[in-house]
Structures are given as structure tokens and as C-alpha cells.
């Protein structure tokens, strides 16, 4: 029997494409929100919430290439 090289399958990358997509517009979101919001604690947790979604972002985008 023949062993599959280590890797993603199909349906594992479907899944992480999903993901991408779904933080893509989570991030789209609160720098809207921010603009709009007033309170400057508000503003910071979504500052927060923009780096670590730009982030999330980068690793999900470098486990779909590698």
C-alpha cells in the first residue's frame, strides 16, 4: 500500500478557506465598527481584535500555501 505524502487534504483546506473567509470579513467588520465608535476603550479592543485577526489572517493564508 501506497503512503500518502503529509499534507492537507481536500477537505481539510475547504475547511481553513472557510476560515480565511469568515475572518476576512470579521476583520472588515471592526475597522468599520471603529470608526464609528466613540469610546476609546471600545477602540482599543477593537484595535486588539484587528491585529489579531491580521494576524489569524497571515497563518491561515501560510497554511493554505504550505
Known amino acids: 500500500m501506497q503512503q500518502q505524502p503529509a499534507g492537507l487534504g481536500i477537505h481539510e483546506k475547504a475547511e481553513l478557506h472557510e476560515m480565511l473567509v469568515f475572518k ?5 467588520k471592526s475597522k ?30 501560510q497554511l493554505l500555501q504550505g
Not at 468599520?32 to 493564508?61: C, F, G, P
Open 24 to 28: 476576512t470579513n470579521c476583520l472588515a
Open 32 to 61: 468599520m465598527m471603529k470608526n464609528q465608535v466613540q469610546d476609546t476603550e471600545l477602540q482599543q479592543l477593537l484595535d486588539q481584535d484587528i491585529q489579531a485577526s491580521t494576524d489569524n489572517i497571515s497563518q491561515l493564508q
